[in-house]
Structures are given as structure tokens and as C-alpha cells.
């Protein structure tokens, strides 16, 4: 099954609001990763964050990781129609690093305006 | 600098027929990594090349499916009498080094079986 699963799978909030999306998965892992897929386009990365680290911020987003979970949550505050994609997170659990990542299902995000 | 190139962006092939899909990696990288997402679904491993060697083929199918990357010119994966259950998109990454933490992906060669 996959290592990765988002919840919730779809998301539809009003522009402006916050969106919360959650990732669990079922291993140890190096670190996890977020990325963005706009309908019909390719992967752009979001944000890393590593084993150690509990929390990362870039821009509007909000990164958390909990190790003992096994979970980690994006948060996109003030959201755009720009955001509206589907969003997943990628667990690289490799002992050498980045070798091998495993993606969730995805959480399909609709920012309506 | 350029991105992940890949190419072509959509391909059609006929039942039985073979399907090669092209990835340059960014400048400076050696390590390409391929994915296949099926609708609706996230993206799935299937290889890990560097120039020359093949590091990781654990999420390959066993027949049919192949990929190289050799000393000169971009990475292909070959699918060999390509049946309705192939279609999907298939992405490739880059990284400059092993152990790198990010993949750098391509905007992926769409795959339809007819």
C-alpha cells in the first residue's frame, strides 16, 4: 500500500480561507516533501523538511512533521484561485537519501472565488 | 538553466506497438529517477539510472518495460508491446548528486493506448 495517504482527498474552500491538508505514512523516513500538480502539468516542489525538524515556513505555506505520528500537515494560508491544484506530499525513507520517493494519492484542492 | 526536458509530451500508440519516452536531465545532473501516475492517483517509482548504471529498477514491471541512460544523450524508457493498462503519465526527475534531497521533475510525456 502506499507509504504515503492524504487526507482530506478533495478540498474546496472560498478564496482567502486557509487550507489544511494532512499526510500520514508508515515508515521511518530521511524526510518528507510537498509538491503542487496544476491539471495536466508536471511536479513543482513545494517545501522539504527533514526527520529533525517539527515545523518550516516558506511564504504562505506552513510545513508540521511529527515523527511519533508518522504525519505531517501543509498549510496555505490566505489562499488564491492560483492555488487551486492537487497537492502531495513524497516521504524519501532510502538509507543513502533521495533515491527512491514515495508519493501519496494527492489532495485535490479548489479555491473558488 | 534549463529544466527537466522530456519528450514527447503526448504520445499515442496502437495495442502491441512500442512506446520510448525521452528525459534530459537539467544541466549538471547525473541521476535520473522515472514515475509513472495513472488517473487519479499519485505518482508510483519505477527506475533509478545514473550515466551508465541502472541503481534501482525495484518498481519496474518485470516484462516489457526497460530504461537506460547512457554516457551520451538523454535517458529513454522503452515499453514494448504496450497494452490499454500502460497509458498513463510518465514523469521524469533529476538530481545532481546522490543523496540529493530534491528531485527536479519534467512536465511528463502523457501515454495513451489505444
Known amino acids: 500500500s502506499q507509504q504515503g495517504e492524504e487526507d482530506p482527498q478533495a478540498l474546496s474552500i472560498q478564496e482567502g480561507e486557509n487550507a489544511t491538508m494532512n499526510c500520514s505514512y508508515k515508515?521511518?523516513?530521511?524526510?518528507l516533501q510537498w509538491y503542487r500538480q496544476n491539471s495536466g502539468r508536471g511536479l513543482v516542489h513545494l517545501i522539504l523538511i527533514r526527520s529533525n525538524e517539527r515545523e518550516k515556513h516558506s511564504g504562505r505555506l506552513r510545513v508540521t512533521l511529527d515523527t511519533s505520528k508518522k504525519s505531517s500537515s501543509l498549510l496555505i494560508t490566505a489562499s488564491r484561485a492560483a492555488d487551486t491544484a492537487s497537492y502531495f506530499c513524497?516521504?524519501?525513507?532510502?538509507?543513502?537519501?533521495?533515491?527512491?520517493?514515495?508519493f501519496g494519492q494527492g489532495t485535490r484542492l479548489t479555491i473558488n472565488p | 538553466n534549463a529544466g527537466v526536458m522530456q519528450n514527447p509530451r503526448h504520445l499515442v500508440r496502437r495495442r502491441g506497438q512500442e512506446a520510448r519516452l525521452r528525459c534530459s536531465p537539467m544541466k549538471g545532473h547525473s541521476h535520473v529517477y522515472w514515475y509513472r501516475q495513472l488517473p487519479e492517483e499519485g505518482l508510483k517509482f519505477m527506475v533509478y539510472?545514473?550515466?551508465?548504471?541502472?541503481?534501482?529498477e525495484s518498481g519496474m514491471p518485470k516484462e516489457r518495460f526497460s530504461a537506460e541512460f547512457p554516457k551520451e544523450g538523454p535517458s529513454i524508457l522503452r515499453i514494448q508491446q504496450v497494452v490499454r493498462g500502460d497509458s498513463a503519465a510518465y514523469f521524469c526527475?533529476?538530481?545532481?548528486?546522490?543523496?540529493?534531497?530534491?528531485?527536479?521533475f519534467g512536465p511528463g510525456t502523457r501515454l495513451t493506448v489505444l
Open positions: 513524497a516521504t524519501d525513507a532510502t538509507p543513502q537519501g533521495a533515491q527512491k520517493l514515495v
Open positions: 526527475a533529476s538530481s545532481p548528486v546522490s543523496g540529493a534531497d530534491t528531485q527536479y
Open positions: 539510472l545514473q550515466k551508465e548504471n541502472i541503481i534501482d
Open positions: 515508515t521511518s523516513i530521511n524526510n
